[in-house]
């Protein structure tokens, strides 16, 4: 079982910044990608970036530029660096983890997600 830990939301004006984090533990296969996707009331979860487990990023069209996603050298933590935010970021951030078994068995977790709110 894999556990996802976040931290990092809250309220912050348009044009500032955040810092997301999301630490897993438990039994994490190599072959895996961490991401964050968000949710805005009334609407479905949307990707907003992810990362392989070798350092490969992925953006959505709508952050690219303003968001950066990275991991640490243990690879059990991600981060997404948000500047430039945006009324339209505001949304309950949740942090995904996809791996692979041994024998290419995908599994999904999430985490408890975190609110984001972009407001004067």
């Known amino acids: 079982q894999v556990q996802l830990v976040e931290s990092g939301g809250g309220l912050v004006q348009p044009g500032g910044s955040l810092r997301l984090s999301c630490a897993a533990s438990g039994i994490i296969w190599s072959t895996n990608t961490m991401g964050w996707y968000r949710q805005a009331p009334g609407k479905q979860r949307d990707l907003v970036a992810t990362?392989?487990?070798?350092?490969?990023?992925n953006y959505a069209d709508s952050v690219k530029g303003r968001f950066t996603i990275s991991r640490d050298g243990a690879k059990t933590t991600v981060y997404l660096q948000m500047n430039s935010l945006k009324p339209e970021d505001t949304a309950v951030y949740y942090c995904?983890?996809?791996?692979?078994?041994?024998?290419?068995?995908?599994?999904?977790?999430w985490g408890q997600g975190t609110q984001v709110t972009v407001s004067s």
């Open positions: 990362i392989t487990s070798d350092g490969s990023p």
């Open positions: 995904n983890l996809r791996h692979w078994s041994p024998r290419r068995v995908p599994s999904d977790y």
